[in-house]
Nanobody
Framework: VQVVESGGGLVQPGDSLRLSCEATGFTFGNYAMSWYRQAPEKERELVAAITSTGIITDYPDSVKGRFAISRHRTKATIYLQMNSLKPEDTAVYYC?????????WGQGTQVSVSS
């Protein structure tokens, strides 16, 4: 199983970014994919999650109204649309696939928000 994130970068406060994550190498069935982030010297936190049937968990207050998770209808691919980015959104963003009770993580993509 491979999980690969893309789309990170350096942006200014107020800008937008769209992250992508593709999971391959497993048999589709019921699965869930999610975005986490980890800022320097902080614990990894859940940002958004979506199931293979499109059920989305609630967003933490820190990103609610600014971030939106979505999925490709036929591939194990998810996206994270991030709007109105703030310096405190700076972190490595990780994608996780959960299938058959196992978790598979990507290597992460850096998002830096700075003026």
């Amino acid at each position: 199983v491979q999980v690969v994130e893309s789309g990170g970068g350096l942006v200014q406060p107020g800008d937008s970014l769209r992250l992508s994550c593709e999971a391959t190498g497993f048999t589709f069935g019921n699965y869930a994919m999610s975005w986490y982030r980890q800022a320097p010297e902080k614990e990894r936190e859940l940002v958004a999650a979506i199931t293979s049937t499109g059920i989305i968990t609630d967003y933490p207050d820190s990103v609610k109204g600014r971030f939106a998770i979505s999925r490709h209808r036929t591939k194990a691919t998810i996206y994270l649309q991030m709007n109105s980015l703030k310096p405190e959104d700076t972190a490595v963003y990780y994608c996780k696939l959960r299938v058959l009770g196992r978790d598979f993580w990507g290597q992460g993509t850096q998002v830096s928000v700075s003026s």
